[in-house]
């Protein structure tokens, strides 16, 4: 049968697995895609640069024109990161009569829709496994295999290191920083970490899922995103005293006929399925109305796991099933729609953390503000402050727990908290699951 | 466009939930399918039977004929159970030109090898997803989200019955009656539960997805199925003190170029994600050589449940996605098959327990008859006799953990030990996950 024939654009650990794959198990791949897939062209910025994978000769080059002009691809893997020239390089294939493959999350997160409709437009499809949660094939698991429920919730730790950080402190009882540097140090974190601590990689994955599973392009100003880069060893002991796990947990449900979406670290109850989810794993949980909870798990990043989740959206390009799904996609403006439930009015019940100074009348000050915003208390601890330390005193960490309440009261009675003198440093706060 | 016309065979549990969100959610089935479905004819056995669900007048029959004989149907559902006669209806389906979505684990069990092949030449298809763990898509995942991996292993809780009695007895500390009792008055359980509490059921399901992860067809007779239906509250109790909770495992794995396959009471170490699988939820651990280890995780049955996996057929079949994947299925004979291991050659721990009579040189017996069959023990334990019960000297249970050993040797032991008088019961036995 006639070889698809491929063009991979970025070829850095996930292109290199993705060929590894490719040429080493050609066989199988052309059984399962029902026909050979031929890894024609492959793009990258600098031929002179060792790799650990060798192409066939002339396969190389480092002109990505030469994949958007060569008749014969059909389809382009397209693996390169960030929005610009991403953006433009994915429009040109698709103008050019190409299929594309990525992984790119920052690329859908923002232009998603767009890129979306303008491959309708040309009758060229899009494939996106590798974009979220790295090996577990949740897009294929949202948009076809739980097509038959309206989806209600997903809830989900879609950000690996992240996780692996919060495991790790839990475990070794190590600080933020101590544990940061050693994932750096074994690669489970980037040289410049922010978009994964701050929320931002898990927000823009979180854009993703919304749009396939309600039909709804959001953005990430629309909702709250918090990271982990706030949180201290003494969160995660208070939440396994209290009998929880912290986790990074982005959610998105249908509350009240509105979209409710966030993202923030999250206490939730020891040995519930999420709170069971060590290192560098993923999980999503899917509620649907007529299949109930369900639970999807697996690597979130890493060579190979990703390039499963690519090679899965390749093979489903060769046999043409990725073409009839990316035509079934329900797109905003083809379905119902929702609206995303505002800021102020999304309901929590919270972990507050204060440093205090230890003077007279700080946890008065701190328990008006809550109750003059309307935040009732569920439980407090202090203990007893440290002994004076050269000369200084320690701040003292006084931990809250509140009823139900909403984003808007905390974040006014937030703003209050942190202009009070008597704090060391902001008040640091987590949602918790219920 | 064209709406998809279809007759469902059966109108039971799950029928009923197919036709409700078929009946209910017709606009959002629509849009996901890309036209409507229609229910066009549904076949049952009495006309006069009460049900909770209306549909369209003339839509009821007693003929299955009125399926196969319309040329208007494309597509039967096929939701009847065991194998004669589904067997010969599936295949007049087929022969009338119909592809068939089914539910029918049994069958498939049995002659899925052949229905398969049978449809291939007549240019058919069929789609099985609810046939294994409700409504986990587990049959989608294997077959096509994964399908850039080998997989390497499957190892899963396929029979919601079973789990839900074990964690029952777990939590409750209720015995296996007892609890039986209890799931049959809920509906977990059927009025003659034989094939959910023996392991049949799970066997079954091992061997459809083994058919499709590896292209390899087994019966089940080639593998060891045991269930739990000799487990005693004692059981539970003692794998608890161990340090494991006790799950009903289906397992496939390739083990130096074989197949290894198994169903048995397992003992699990707490807290991984297996053991934290509770009541009639199923779940499914799918390693593959580039994904690593990913969980699947849902509701095993139900009626909605097991109608969303029937759904997502139906929306398949109705795309064409279907129809694409049951053409690239590599069955066996199309691909790398792999030699199922010999029972004999089964590497596992066990565990045991024997209710001994409280006599001399019991212990003594028993770790004689192991050691010659050379199965080494790795721990022992016997507490002291309970006191003697209406002049009766109540049965002293003894367990024992072996190290490492092989399935045939057991078995040979086995045998040997079930002869000895002091045994009041034959002796229980259970693989210890490692």
């Not at 076809?144 to 950080?165: D, E, K, P």
């Amino acid at each position: 049968m006639k070889p698809l024939k491929i063009g991979m654009i970025g070829f850095g650990t996930v292109g290199g697995g993705v060929a590894k794959i490719l040429l080493g198990e050609a066989e199988r791949i052309t059984r399962r895609a029902g026909r050979p897939i031929e890894l024609r062209r492959v793009a990258v910025r600098d031929l002179n640069k060792a790799r650990d994978i060798d192409l066939p000769p002339g396969v190389l080059t480092d002109r990505i024109a030469d994949i958007v002009d060569d008749p014969e691809i059909e389809l382009a893997v397209q693996l390169m990161g960030g929005t610009d020239p991403a953006r433009e390089v994915m429009l040109s294939l698709l103008s050019a009569g190409k299929d594309v493959v990525t992984a790119n999350k920052a690329l859908l997160c923002e232009h998603g829709a767009e890129l979306f409709a303008h491959a309708r437009e040309l009758g060229r499809s899009i494939a996106f496994e590798a974009s979220v949660a790295g090996g577990i094939p949740i897009i294929a698991n949202v948009c076809c295999a739980l097509a038959g429920n309206q989806i209600t919730s997903l809830s989900a730790i879609l950000n690996g290191t992240s996780n692996f950080i919060l495991t790790e402190m839990a475990d070794k009882e190590e600080s933020y920083g101590d544990v940061l540097r050693r994932a750096q140090e074994l690669g489970y974190a980037e040289a410049d970490p922010a978009m994964d601590v701050d929320g931002t990689d898990a927000a823009q994955k979180l854009v993703i899922l919304t749009l396939l599973a309600f039909g709804t392009a959001v953005s990430l100003s629309q909702f709250p995103c918090t990271g982990i880069d706030s949180l201290e060893l003494d969160d995660l002991k208070c939440a396994d005293e209290l009998g929880y796990v912290v986790k990074l947990l982005a959610v998105a449900r249908l509350h009240d006929g509105k979209l409710e979406l966030h993202v923030s670290p999250t206490l939730v109850r020891k040995h519930l399925p999420l709170a069971d989810v060590q290192g560098a794993f993923n999980a999503v949980k899917v509620t649907g109305d007529a299949v109930g909870e369900t639970w999807f798990s697996g690597q979130g990043a890493g060579q190979l796991p990703t390039a499963s989740a690519v090679l899965a959206d390749i093979i489903d390009m060769a046999v043409g099933r990725a073409q009839l799904t990316f035509k079934t996609l329900v797109l905003p403006g083809e379905g119902a729609e929702y609206e995303v439930q505002p800021i102020d009015d999304i309901v929590s019940k919270f972990y507050l953390r204060f440093n205090a100074l230890d003077r007279p009348h700080v946890l008065a000050d701190i328990t008006d503000i809550l109750g003059r915003n309307g935040i009732s208390i569920a439980s407090v601890v202090q203990h007893e402050s440290p002994e004076v330390q050269n000369g200084k005193e320690p701040p003292v960490p006084v931990f809250i727990m509140t009823h139900r309440t909403t984003e808007g009261k905390m974040r006014a009675a937030e703003a209050e908290l942190n202009r009070l003198d008597s704090l060391h440093s902001p008040c640091v706060r987590m949602s918790v699951a219920e």
